[in-house]
């Protein structure tokens, strides 16, 4: 498998014509694609880890009726086709909500906001599956201690679990990041596919392969490459071992 990995990547840099690839650098989409994906997926990870924190603390720390429902719920856009995810996304930001939400300014269909959406909705239940396992882990003494000590419930948990969760929680926010950094499926059924709209990396090489500019299509397809390779070494650097999700 290895193998195959070193010659599907090698396969990429050796078989483009690297003078128009530098060319491409100074195309207007390529800037527009690599600055829209860097914000919208920052934000929708900053937005994943905000939503997984309180989320994976009760999963990991309560047990309450229809917990293995929740729990099951939280999972199903992992294992949901995203362009189904999308329709689901689409049908409910769209005839049910979309008036709406329309009447106090936030359209969600076939804008930027959909992708940072879309983004969010794929990458949060890896963050929330990281962050369980990583309060799960904490050993519940230390939190016992500080209270004994006279800390509030939340300054225990700035104070304690948080800092002993830490590389749980980098590490789930890592993965979040590199999720949004591919999603296209539930983005393209939400926000469209609108050329320097909503035009992530993942949109430009559908867009461009479509077309047939193969070239464009190599440079993004490297560049994602890099940067998947990049986060999932921080990955394993910050956490020292195997997320688990």
Not at 3 to 9: D, S
Not at 36 to 48: E, I, Q
Not at 158 to 165: G, H, N, S, Y
Not at 205 to 234: E, P, R, W
Request: hydrophobic share 55%; with cysteine; charged share 15%.
């Amino acid at each position: 498998m290895t193998a195959f990995m070193l010659l599907l990547i090698g396969g990429l840099f050796v078989y483009g014509n690297w003078g128009e690839i530098a060319a491409i650098r100074h195309n207007p989409e390529f800037h527009f694609a690599i600055i829209f994906t860097l914000w919208t997926t920052v934000l929708a990870t900053l937005l994943a880890g905000l939503t997984a924190i309180p989320c994976g603390y009760i999963l990991a720390r309560y047990n309450f009726p229809g917990k293995v429902l929740v729990d099951t719920l939280m999972d199903v856009p992992i294992v949901l086709p995203p362009l189904v995810s999308g329709v689901a996304l689409l049908i409910l930001f769209g005839p049910i909500l979309g008036d709406s939400l329309a009447r106090i300014g936030l359209d969600i269909v076939f804008s930027q906001r959909g992708v940072v959406l879309a983004q969010w909705f794929i990458a949060t239940p890896f963050a929330i599956k990281t962050f369980k396992h990583a309060f799960s882990t904490i050993d519940l003494r230390l939190e016992k201690i500080a209270r004994t000590l006279g800390y509030p419930p939340e300054k225990v948990f700035l104070k304690v679990t948080l800092p002993l969760a830490k590389n749980g929680l980098l590490g789930g926010l890592t993965m979040a990041w590199a999720r949004t950094l591919g999603e296209f499926g539930a983005t393209a059924m939400l926000a469209g596919i609108v050329r320097m709209k909503t035009e992530t990396l993942s949109v430009a090489v559908f867009l461009n392969m479509s077309i047939g500019d193969l070239q464009f299509s190599l440079v993004i397809a490297v560049i994602m490459l890099l940067l998947a390779l990049v986060l999932l070494t921080l990955l394993k650097i910050i956490t020292k071992t195997e997320v688990h999700i």
